[in-house]
């Protein structure tokens, strides 16, 4: 998501957006976050950056969720986290989750759910649905403030 990238470049972040297998011009084919996160890892690692931070939207949220397991971030931003999509791991203090009011493709319920047990907030933007239109300045605005 744009919207991440420019936040935290804007925090003095190097920022890399690589696009998932199957995704444009990739090659290779979905592997249900298997593949994807043994490729974000290769990213971390071949990359070594001096600050980490992970952040992703939906899918790629939960596939940074258990990157998260591998490599220490500084910060872990999720925004429309897919946790009805696979069994996601619980997440470091801190992580600001961000949800939509009406998003369709993942229950704020089922975020709540996820987030519940590790006393974890869960940010609401009133009225936003799964891509957040007229809403990601929102976003921006929060992970600055956030992770400033």
């Known amino acids: 998501m744009q919207t991440l990238a420019r936040a ?5 972040y190097e920022a890399w957006r690589p696009n998932f297998r199957g995704v444009g011009d990739t090659e290779g084919r979905h592997d249900e976050g298997r593949g994807e996160l043994e490729d974000l ?3 971390v690692a071949h990359l070594k950056p ?3 931070a992970l952040a992703g939207f939906s899918f790629g949220a939960g596939v940074q969720v258990m990157l998260a397991q591998r490599v220490k971030a500084e910060r872990l ?3 429309g986290v897919a946790v009805t999509r696979f069994p996601l791991p619980t997440v ?3 992580t600001l989750v961000i949800h939509g009011e009406n998003d369709e ?3 704020l319920a089922s975020v709540l759910d996820w987030a519940r047990p590790q006393d974890l ?4 933007i009133p009225g936003a649905d799964h891509f957040f239109h007229r ?8 992970v600055k403030a956030h992770c400033a």
């Open 92 to 94: 470091q203090p801190g």
């Open 135 to 142: 809403k990601l300045h929102l976003i921006r605005g929060l």
């Open 50 to 52: 001096a600050r980490l």
């Open 41 to 43: 890892a290769a990213v």
């Open 8 to 12: 935290f470049v804007d925090l003095g």
């Open 121 to 124: 907030p869960v940010v609401l």
């Open 77 to 79: 931003v999720l925004v």
């Open 105 to 107: 493709t993942v229950p």
